[in-house]
C-alpha cells in the first residue's frame, strides 16, 4: 500500500519542475520555435513552484511562513501579505523557474543524440514500453524505489499500439481504382517520401514546415531525456509520469 502522506523533498520538486519544462526547451533547441504545446505544463511548473515558496516554507528569503491564500477551508479574497512580500514571491517564483528552465536546457544539449534517438522511435512507433526507453537513453543513474521498481516490473515488453504504418495500412495490399496499380501499405509510402530526397530534420527553424506530431515526440522525447538526471530520488519518465502535479 503507498503510504498515505506523500512528502516531497525540495530536490524532488525541482526536478519535477525542470522536467515540466523540458518539452518548451526542446521546442527552442531543437525546432526553433516555441508553440503553445507546453502551455500545460508550465502552468503545472508554475503552481508548484509557487507552492514551494508560499505553503512549504522552501524560500530562503521568506522563511518558514505560509501565505497560501486558501486557509480554512474557504478562499479569502484579500491577501495577508503586503505589497513587498507579493513582489518578493512573484520574485521567488519566477527565480526558481528561470534556474530549473536553465538547468534542463543545458542538459538536454549535452544529451542531444538521445533526444534524437527516442525521438525517431517515438516517431516511428505510437507507443513504446519502459524497457525501450532505457535501450535508447540509458539506465537511471538512481534506482528507482521498490513500489516503482514493482510497477515498471509490471509494464508491458511490447509496444501497446502496432507501428504507424501497420496501425495505418496494416500492410495490406490495396487497389488504385483508376490505374488498377497495386500498392503494399508502408512501403509505397516509404518509397514515394524517399524519391523527394527529404529527409525530416528536427532541427528546422521554419515551425510551419515542422509536423505537429514531430514537434509532440521531440517535446516527449526530452522530457524523458530530462527525467533520466534527477538530483535526488527517481524522477519519472513520460512514459510513467502521468500524475498531476
Do not use: W
Amino acid at each position: 500500500m503507498p503510504p498515505t502522506v506523500e512528502l516531497h523533498e525540495k530536490d524532488a520538486l525541482l526536478d519535477r519542475i525542470a522536467v515540466l519544462l523540458g518539452g518548451r526547451a526542446a521546442e527552442e533547441i531543437f525546432i526553433g520555435a516555441i508553440s503553445s504545446g507546453a502551455a500545460d505544463d508550465i502552468q503545472k511548473a508554475s503552481r508548484l513552484a509557487r507552492l514551494s515558496v508560499m505553503q512549504f516554507g522552501m524560500s530562503d528569503r521568506l522563511g518558514l511562513v505560509d501565505y497560501s491564500l486558501q486557509q480554512g477551508g474557504e478562499q479569502n479574497f484579500y491577501r495577508p501579505y503586503s505589497e513587498h512580500t507579493a513582489k518578493v514571491i512573484d520574485d521567488e517564483v519566477s527565480q526558481i523557474i528561470n534556474d530549473q528552465y536553465e538547468r534542463v536546457t543545458t542538459l538536454l544539449k549535452e544529451r542531444e543524440k538521445e533526444v534524437h534517438s527516442l525521438c525517431e522511435l517515438l516517431i516511428s512507433r505510437e507507443s513504446i514500453t519502459y524497457s525501450e526507453i532505457l535501450e535508447c537513453i540509458g539506465p537511471r543513474p538512481v534506482p528507482p524505489d521498490p513500489q516503482m521498481a514493482a510497477y515498471i516490473q509490471a509494464l508491458p515488453t511490447r509496444p501497446l499500439l502496432p507501428e504507424t504504418g501497420d496501425k495505418e495500412t496494416g500492410n495490406k495490399e490495396t487497389g488504385n481504382k483508376e490505374t488498377g496499380e497495386k500498392e503494399t501499405g508502408d512501403n509505397s509510402r516509404r518509397d514515394d517520401d524517399d524519391s523527394g530526397g527529404q529527409e525530416r530534420d528536427l532541427d528546422n527553424n521554419d515551425d510551419a514546415s515542422v509536423p505537429e506530431k514531430v514537434k509532440e515526440k521531440v517535446r516527449e522525447a526530452a522530457e524523458a531525456v530530462a527525467g533520466r538526471k534527477p538530483a535526488s530520488g527517481p524522477v519519472a519518465c513520460k512514459a510513467d509520469k502521468d500524475e498531476d502535479a
